[in-house]
């Protein structure tokens, strides 16, 4: 008996009208973000600048603060993909070098560096 009356007590705060809203907002909210997501992946030149301002934003300050980035270095990246976490160390003026399995992403790669104005070298292979 007891048990019922904590599952009662537990539902009674709960009304289904609320219960659907808040289903139906995070069912909006993820269906939005699904759409985010599938622009991304279709929109490969966006893709690319995120992964590009990613990069500024995080990785070379966590790389600076261990280790000097500077012009010349050699920076390698495998599975590189669009190549755009590449693209500000070669704005730094590193040698880049990117491979990847998928030659579709190699050829945008070597697309968005060319339309950057950025220098890279990068290669379709399985690195097994």
């Not at 609320?18 to 939005?32: C, I, K, Q």
């Not at 500024?56 to 010349?72: S, T, V």
């Not at 190699?106 to 399985?126: L, P, Q, S, Y």
Request: hydrophobic fraction near 35%; proline fraction near 2%; aromatic fraction near 10%.
């Amino acid at each position: 008996m007891a048990r019922n009356k904590t599952c009662e007590k537990q539902s009674s705060g709960c009304n289904s009208q609320t219960s659907l809203r808040v289903v139906s907002f995070y069912a909006h909210t993820f269906a939005e973000k699904l759409n985010v997501m599938q622009e991304r992946q279709n929109n490969r030149r966006l893709y690319f600048q995120e992964l590009a301002t990613t990069s500024r934003k995080y990785y070379l300050p966590y790389i600076q603060a261990h280790k000097a980035i500077k012009a010349g270095m050699n920076i390698l990246e495998v599975g590189c993909g669009n190549g755009g976490n590449l693209l500000p160390f070669a704005e730094m003026g590193c040698c880049t070098v990117g491979v990847d399995i998928a030659e579709i992403r190699i050829n945008d790669a070597t697309r968005f560096f060319r339309e950057a104005g950025a220098k890279g070298i990068f290669v379709t292979c399985d690195i097994q």
